[in-house]
């Protein structure tokens, strides 16, 4: 059960990471594009510039949201390594529940900020200025189960670790 939820999760990590870099790759050629016609053709785009901020959000934190299941987020790995195994996880623990705890208010927040957003209009693309800030409550919802299911895996392995070294003895 355990590995499935992993491979699953890892799967779902992976559209994330894969919706990031596709849009990375549209903006870098959209960006291109307005250079080329407002150097070359003297006629630059508009859009671009809002286009450009709302990808860049959408990058940023569904990125963020799959550092959170690889561990490739910023955490005090040097700390971890240095305490003894039982203190390294503890702290690896307390970490993931920092995040989880941190994007549960980027959840809430997004939520009400998207809200608010949702009637407004992009001045230059025709949708709403929501779209924008959906990403906040989207990437906030994975980054909780992510981080709570790290956490889950700690608890499990350290106390089937400790069942392993108390049957030994």
Not at 1 to 15: D, F, L, S
Not at 80 to 87: D, E, H, I, N, V
């Amino acid at each position: 059960m355990r590995k499935t939820i992993q491979r699953i999760t890892g799967g779902v990590e992976r559209a994330l990471t894969a919706v990031a870099a596709s849009l990375m790759a549209i903006l870098s050629l959209i960006v291109c594009w307005q250079v080329f016609a407002r150097y070359v053709l003297q006629k630059s785009p508009i859009w671009v510039e809002e286009f450009s901020v709302t990808a860049i959000m959408w990058i940023g934190l569904l990125g963020a949201a799959s550092a959170v299941w690889t561990g490739d987020h910023m955490r005090l790995e040097f700390v971890t390594k240095k305490l003894p195994k039982s203190g390294g996880l503890v702290l690896e623990v307390l970490i993931d529940a920092a995040i989880a705890y941190f994007a549960y208010f980027l959840f809430k927040h997004g939520l009400v900020l998207t809200q608010a957003m949702w009637d407004s209009q992009m001045s230059t693309i025709k949708l709403p200025l929501g779209i924008t800030y959906l990403v906040l409550p989207i990437a906030a919802a994975f980054m909780i189960a992510f981080a709570a299911l790290r956490v889950a895996g700690k608890i499990i392995e350290a106390s089937s670790a400790g069942k392993e070294t108390h049957d030994a003895h």
